[in-house]
């Protein structure tokens, strides 16, 4: 995959694209790259490590099932192929499963894609399959000079990334539901079948996207009840990520009843024209069934017609119709029908 680089082999396999990354860091803003040889040979020593792997990858199995030495279940649930957000404590550790939106060119924002994070004293241990553009700012931020000094600060910057990346797509459907409901003001009288395809797929991208938000506000929140190894201010700082996600839901909601408020108006307004051709058809109908009736009566090859024989007998059928429509349009109004 694009995102992936080439590190060297230790006793593990050779590196068959399993270790997307890995971060050794001093505690003091320092961090530097390192590969499979010092990953599989790390011990709390040598400082706080982050190792980022595609558990879809050979060698990222053997590493989370036979050398890492976490908690079984853990490790099942870092290279399980289907999960959603969750948070889940192990002693003095936490297993969290979080979702980003999808930026990676010709896919679809609300297709979220899964991070599994392992987070214990000294040691943080993420898997992914597909690229997760927010890990490539978390890895920019550990070039640049401000850089996190735990892994602690690290999984906060995560989940931060994460939100602020959910947000801006929440922002661009809110945005594309401002415009068609300008759209569909400034065109009132149209039915507006193609805004509402659109506003229909809307509805569903926040839908889709609210599906994993959801869980995901609620896996962040109950990080800040003693769960995991986080001091009270890094609490505090999830507390405000989770928070975030609270606000990214309810703006998420109130785009999505929006666009079911146009989308409605928009079907009232179709049902409406509908029913207005309806109506101007069935008094059109009710004005020509006389019509039609006098003229098939009159149209029997039979004797003893009226006006038959009569040079003015056309003229005279033909004036009694317009008096006929005259007095039915006479009594229609009366009645308000028109």
């Known amino acids: 995959m694009a995102d992936m680089e080439t590190h060297e082999a230790g006793s593990l396999a050779e ?44 060698s990222a199995v053997k590493y989370v099932r036979d050398t890492c030495g976490i908690n079984p279940i853990a490790g099942d649930a870092l290279l399980a192929e289907d999960s959603r957000p969750r948070a889940i404590p192990f002693e003095d550790a936490v297993l969290v499963t979080l979702r980003g939106v999808n930026l990676n060119p010709g896919a679809r924002l609300e297709d979220m894609i899964s991070i ?99 869980p995901q506000r609620e896996a962040l929140g109950s990080l800040q009840v003693g769960v995991g190894p986080f001091t009270d201010r890094q609490r505090a700082l999830l507390r405000e990520v989770a928070d975030h996600n609270l606000r990214i839901l309810e703006d998420l909601d109130a785009t999505r009843e929006r666009a079911a408020v146009v989308q409605e108006e928009l079907m009232h307004r179709a049902s409406d024209q509908m029913n207005r ?13 006389p019509l ?30 317009v008096l006929l429509v005259a007095i039915q349009v006479y009594i229609f109004r009366k009645r308000k029908w028109l």
């Open 277 to 289: 051709n309806m109506y101007v058809l069935s008094v059109i109908a009710a004005i020509m069934l």
């Open 116 to 214: 599994r994070c392992w987070i214990e004293p000294g040691r943080m241990i993420t898997t992914r399959h597909r690229r997760l553009q927010s890990v490539d700012a978390l890895r920019e931020r550990l070039a640049a000079a401000m850089k996190p000094k735990n892994v602690n600060e690290l999984f906060h910057l995560l989940a931060d990334r994460l939100s602020a990346r959910v947000d801006d797509a929440v922002s661009v459907i809110d945005e594309t539901v401002d415009g068609l409901e300008e759209a569909a003001l400034e065109d009132a009288s149209s039915s507006g079948r193609g805004l509402e395809r659109e506003l229909g797929r809307m509805r569903r991208r926040a839908i889709t996207l609210r599906r994993f938000l959801a």
């Open 292 to 321: 039609g009736f006098i003229t098939g009566l009159l149209g029997i090859n039979v004797g003893g017609l009226p006006l038959a024989h009569s040079v003015n007998g056309f003229w005279i059928v033909v004036g009694s119709l």
């Open 15 to 58: 590196d068959d694209g399993g270790l997307v990354c890995a971060y050794l860091m001093d505690g003091e803003g320092g961090a530097r790259t390192i590969g499979w040889h010092e990953v599989e040979r790390w011990t709390p020593a040598d400082g706080e490590i982050w190792v980022h792997l595609d558990y879809t990858q050979p």
